[in-house]
């Protein structure tokens, strides 16, 4: 079985190493912080042998030339990001499939919070690394893209199977809970999970990765497609609409 090594880094990213003990080959998701990552694999005994990036921010991909020099790691990256990104060996975009040993990864468009921001799905291991695309109970802000991009990545998103454990790169649940809350007041799916963040978070516990299955049932920018949600937001049959709408929302909330 692959491991995946969760850590908190800079302000309230989190760090993952994906390990294949057979292979003992190391990928690093992203890289907002070389100095840690680099301090992690050492304690864990692993040798990084990989980074997969999700798009270009510095807090995703800004110590891609660090980690290389350290240790002569490939460099995989969005192609339609590549040019904002250091030290790139291998642009990918939707349909690729990158591998750690014998394990397959899929590479699935999910544009918006940047243009070229990518996830990795490992359908082995029922994983997906979805960088800033997905959060629990949230999604990232729409920096480059526009709503019909962004509605049609998170679709993509949500036919992945149910099971899929989503590892997402903030602790943002508990401020996306609040927004939820009050964009969907009357999931009762979402009032327990809501519930269940608070406790995680009075205890210092992380709320990622999260089980897609729930976020599906419960994170409204996943439901924009719901015809209550949509009547909600009075956008009665347009999902596009009513993703734009709750996505502007946020923003401001």
């Given at each position: 079985m692959l491991e995946v090594h969760q850590f908190p880094c800079l302000s309230d990213n989190y760090g993952y190493l994906l390990h294949?003990?057979?292979s003992q080959e190391t990928v690093c998701i992203d890289t907002p912080d070389a100095d840690e990552y680099l301090r992690q694999a050492g304690?864990?005994?692993w040798q990084i042998t990989q980074i997969w990036n999700t798009h270009w921010h510095p807090d995703h991909a800004g110590g891609n030339a660090a980690i290389k020099a350290v240790t002569g790691c490939r460099v995989t990256a969005p192609a339609g990001d590549a040019d904002k990104i250091e030290a790139v060996d291998r642009t990918v975009g939707q349909g690729d499939i990158v591998t750690i040993g014998d394990r397959q990864a899929f590479v699935i468009d999910v544009?918006?919070?940047t243009n070229g921001h990518i996830a990795y799905h490992l359908p082995g291991s029922c994983i997906?690394?979805?960088?800033?695309?997905?959060f629990a109970l949230g999604c990232g802000r729409m920096f480059e893209?526009?709503?019909e991009q962004f509605w049609a990545s998170l679709k993509r998103l949500k036919a992945l199977p149910g099971e899929t454990m989503i590892y997402c790169a903030h602790e943002y649940t508990a401020s996306n809970a609040r927004f939820a809350l009050h964009a969907d007041p009357d999931n009762a799916d979402l009032q327990a999970y809501a519930e269940e963040i608070t406790r995680r978070c009075d205890k210092g516990l992380p709320t990622v990765p999260t089980k897609l299955e729930r976020e599906l049932r419960?994170?409204?920018?996943?439901?924009a497609d719901d015809p209550a949600l949509q009547k909600r937001w009075e956008h009665s049959g347009d999902a596009v609409a009513t993703f734009a709408a709750l996505r502007s929302a946020k923003d401001s909330f």
């Amino acid at each position: 079985m692959l491991e995946v090594h969760q850590f908190p880094c800079l302000s309230d990213n989190y760090g993952y190493l994906l390990h294949d003990p057979v292979s003992q080959e190391t990928v690093c998701i992203d890289t907002p912080d070389a100095d840690e990552y680099l301090r992690q694999a050492g304690r864990k005994g692993w040798q990084i042998t990989q980074i997969w990036n999700t798009h270009w921010h510095p807090d995703h991909a800004g110590g891609n030339a660090a980690i290389k020099a350290v240790t002569g790691c490939r460099v995989t990256a969005p192609a339609g990001d590549a040019d904002k990104i250091e030290a790139v060996d291998r642009t990918v975009g939707q349909g690729d499939i990158v591998t750690i040993g014998d394990r397959q990864a899929f590479v699935i468009d999910v544009g918006g919070h940047t243009n070229g921001h990518i996830a990795y799905h490992l359908p082995g291991s029922c994983i997906a690394f979805v960088g800033d695309a997905l959060f629990a109970l949230g999604c990232g802000r729409m920096f480059e893209g526009n709503p019909e991009q962004f509605w049609a990545s998170l679709k993509r998103l949500k036919a992945l199977p149910g099971e899929t454990m989503i590892y997402c790169a903030h602790e943002y649940t508990a401020s996306n809970a609040r927004f939820a809350l009050h964009a969907d007041p009357d999931n009762a799916d979402l009032q327990a999970y809501a519930e269940e963040i608070t406790r995680r978070c009075d205890k210092g516990l992380p709320t990622v990765p999260t089980k897609l299955e729930r976020e599906l049932r419960t994170n409204p920018f996943l439901r924009a497609d719901d015809p209550a949600l949509q009547k909600r937001w009075e956008h009665s049959g347009d999902a596009v609409a009513t993703f734009a709408a709750l996505r502007s929302a946020k923003d401001s909330f």
